[in-house]
């Protein structure tokens, strides 16, 4: 299957069993991780990356600013895997947790209330119209979403945007529910396999044990500091290579219009 032509029963086979945790795909992968027990001691960037809830699910995201998260669209809005439009309801993000505690996240810096969300226009607007027919691929560069937090945990953020190019190493850091420990903070690497303005493709980001990664960076580390280049999707795979938004002028503009 190239990755122009993806099927509607492909797709469903990728995703199956996702609901779950919201964020499940593709085969199983060989790829390693490490385990971060205590992302609030390990300092830059593990404890610039968190989990937050919304309507009884968990999702992962990442400061950007002082007070804004960014996160993947389909976290918050997902009618393929029966996600209702999240966006609006309760949300409270928890940095650098390490994992859950009888079912809800550690919080070594306390729980920030949501208060306001932009979801991707492009993303929203997709799936309103879904009709159980999939769009064309190159659909997951619009998988992102933008949340302002109530105040500042002050322990910083990641810098956005960095120069790669097809054969780097990129990291991406969240809490997979298919490795153990379950849940908890872990971060692997995968080599960029093709990049376009709007999206990174990656080897070694695929496997039904990542999920409850999206909405985490894709990160390197460029002129002393840490910069996130995307935000982890993999709702479009193929070949081995998963797809994800990359952190391009369009995200900044609407970052800094959000931010005001």
Known sequence: MSRNQISRR??????????????????????????????????????????????????????IEDEFVLTAGHCLFFPPLGTRDLSQEAITFYP????????????????????????????????????????????????????KIARSPGIGHFGLGADIEVGDSVNVTGYPNGVSPNNYQQTHSGTVRYL?????????????????????????RQNSGWRAVGIHSCTETASGTSSHPRVNDYVLQAIRSFSG
């Open 10 to 63: 492909s797709f469903v086979q990728l995703v199956a069993g996702a609901l779950a945790s919201a964020y499940t795909l593709g085969q199983a992968s060989q790829a390693k991780s490490e385990y971060i027990s205590h992302p609030s001691r390990a300092g830059n960037p593990y404890h610039w990356v968190g989990m937050y809830t919304v309507a009884n699910k968990i999702g992962c995201g990442f400061l």
């Open 96 to 147: 650098a947790t390490s994992g859950l505690a009888l079912s809800r996240p550690e919080k070594p810096y306390g729980g920030y209330r949501v208060t306001n969300t932009l979801l991707c226009p492009e993303w929203r607007d997709m799936w309103r119209s879904y009709n159980g027919s999939m769009p064309q691929s190159g659909y997951s560069q619009y998988d992102w979403a933008l949340m």
């Open 196 to 220: 376009t303005n709007s999206q990174i493709g990656v080897s070694g980001f695929i496997g039904r044990q990542w999920g409850g990664m999206s909405g985490g960076p894709l990160f390197v």
